[in-house]
């Protein structure tokens, strides 16, 4: 009785499921108080071993009941405690995730690139944006004295290095790599020192280059037209208007006719000038080129009939959102 006294005190002060254990072990154990003393009994006599093996026999049932009983206790509080916590209230409204979207840039971007990617283009992604003049002016035939080429214009670094102020430094590079043929399409960001609802200091362009055998000004005339009537519908009216890039021939700018029946200027492109080719070892009497620059930013604001190209860039949410369940370019 002094011990299984001594057992329900302990018992009652324990208050967890690892307590629990511990007394387990104190009572029950390898070196615990019953087994050390049924190692104790040999020692004994006859008699003393057989009515005291079997008070411990005894003890040990009853702690092991008692133990047990406990543990379900424990289980039970522990199962309800959990059933309270975890309670589910499936009438409660559910939480919303605000779903982003695409930035409507990237996402012209993106259709740009598949565009091209379906006629055969392969698409360029690079981190040229630090540029030095030899790229972004001289190779591509804009005169030392070009207004571009002013400070008040281009990001400069020193008197070499500058933020390039146009992807058609990537015709050069790719140029550079002698694999003919080219067929590429490079987006990617440009600087200029610009700052108004119509320009902004960083914007996007995609550069298009093709240098193959019998390339020629129908080819371009094809392949801009047939991305501008993807992209705005097929009754789109276009027109090519003559004008002038120091490095490309039969230059010239393209506009579509918007809904209030003005030309819009979309792009600018060419036939490959045929220095540039030879400045390279590339025999232009075998090959030519076509080339093309489209301003991303002009597209969109086209598409969108939106003012301030700005907004692109000022992270306002509710300017934005408006883009979610838009046409995904
Ligand atoms: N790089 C020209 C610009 O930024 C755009 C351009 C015009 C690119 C004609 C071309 C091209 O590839 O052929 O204004």
Same mark, same amino acid.
């Given at each position: 009785?002094?011990?299984?006294?001594?057992?329900?005190?302990? =018992?009652?002060?324990?208050?967890?499921?690892?307590?629990?254990?511990?007394?387990?072990?104190?009572? =029950?154990?390898?070196?615990?108080?019953?087994?050390?003393?049924?190692?104790?009994?040999?020692?004994?006599?006859?008699?003393?071993?057989?009515?005291?093996?079997?008070?411990?026999?005894?003890?040990?049932?009853?702690?092991?009941?008692?133990?047990?009983?406990?543990?379900?206790?424990?289980?039970?509080?522990?199962?309800?405690?959990?059933?309270?916590?975890?309670?589910?209230?499936?009438?409660?409204?559910?939480?919303?995730?605000?779903?982003?979207?695409?930035?409507?840039?990237?996402?012209?971007?993106?259709?740009?690139?598949?565009?091209?990617?379906?006629?055969?283009?392969?698409?360029?992604?690079?981190?040229?944006?630090?540029?030095?003049?030899?790229?972004?002016?001289?190779?591509?035939?804009?005169?030392?004295?070009?207004?571009?080429?002013?400070?008040?214009?281009?990001?400069?670094?020193?008197?070499?290095?500058? =933020?390039?102020?146009?992807?058609?430094?990537?015709?050069?590079?790719?140029?550079?790599?002698?694999?003919?043929?080219?067929?590429?399409?490079?987006?990617?960001?440009?600087?200029?020192?610009?700052?108004?609802?119509?320009?902004?200091?960083?914007?996007?362009?995609?550069?298009?280059?093709?240098?193959?055998?019998?390339?020629?000004?129908?080819?371009?005339?094809?392949?801009?037209?047939?991305?501008?009537?993807?992209?705005?519908?097929?009754?789109?009216?276009?027109?090519?208007?003559?004008?002038?890039?120091?490095?490309?021939?039969?230059?010239?700018?393209?506009?579509?006719?918007?809904?209030?029946?003005?030309?819009?200027?979309?792009?600018?492109?060419?036939?490959?000038?045929?220095?540039?080719?030879?400045?390279?070892?590339?025999?232009?009497?075998?090959?030519?080129?076509?080339?093309?620059?489209?301003?991303?930013?002009? =597209?969109?604001?086209?598409?969108?009939?939106?003012?301030?190209?700005?907004?692109?860039?000022?992270?306002?949410?509710?300017?934005?959102?408006?883009?979610?369940?838009?046409?995904?370019?």
């Amino acid at each position: 009785m002094k011990y299984i006294n001594k057992f329900r005190l302990e =018992l009652n002060k324990v208050n967890s499921i690892q307590e629990l254990e511990i007394l387990r072990i104190q009572y =029950l154990g390898k070196k615990g108080f019953i087994l050390s003393h049924i190692k104790k009994l040999p020692n004994l006599c006859i008699i003393d071993r057989k009515s005291i093996g079997q008070k411990i026999n005894y003890l040990k049932c009853y702690i092991q009941d008692a133990i047990n009983k406990k543990k379900i206790e424990f289980k039970n509080i522990y199962i309800k405690k959990k059933i309270v916590s975890e309670k589910l209230d499936i009438s409660l409204p559910g939480k919303r995730n605000d779903i982003g979207s695409m930035h409507p840039i990237n996402s012209m971007i993106n259709y740009i690139k598949n565009f091209f990617h379906t006629l055969g283009f392969t698409i360029i992604i690079n981190e040229l944006e630090i540029e030095n003049q030899y790229y972004n002016f001289d190779s591509l035939n804009i005169p030392v004295y070009h207004p571009s080429r002013n400070s008040q214009d281009t990001f400069w670094f020193d008197s070499n290095n500058l =933020l390039r102020t146009q992807t058609s430094n990537m015709q050069i590079h790719e140029i550079k790599k002698h694999q003919l043929p080219i067929k590429i399409i490079v987006p990617g960001k440009v600087y200029r020192k610009d700052y108004d609802q119509t320009h902004s200091p960083m914007f996007h362009q995609i550069e298009g280059l093709v240098i193959d055998k019998h390339v020629n000004f129908s080819n371009l005339k094809w392949i801009i037209n047939s991305f501008l009537y993807s992209f705005f519908g097929q009754n789109i009216q276009t027109r090519f208007r003559a004008s002038y890039f120091p490095f490309t021939i039969l230059s010239s700018e393209v506009d579509v006719m918007s809904n209030n029946n003005v030309w819009l200027e979309i792009l600018g492109c060419g036939l490959v000038h045929p220095d540039i080719l030879k400045r390279f070892n590339i025999n232009h009497k075998i090959y030519s080129g076509l080339a093309f620059g489209v301003g991303v930013e002009r =597209l969109v604001m086209l598409y969108y009939g939106l003012k301030d190209l700005r907004l692109f860039y000022k992270n306002d949410l509710s300017f934005l959102k408006q883009f979610n369940r838009s046409r995904y370019f």
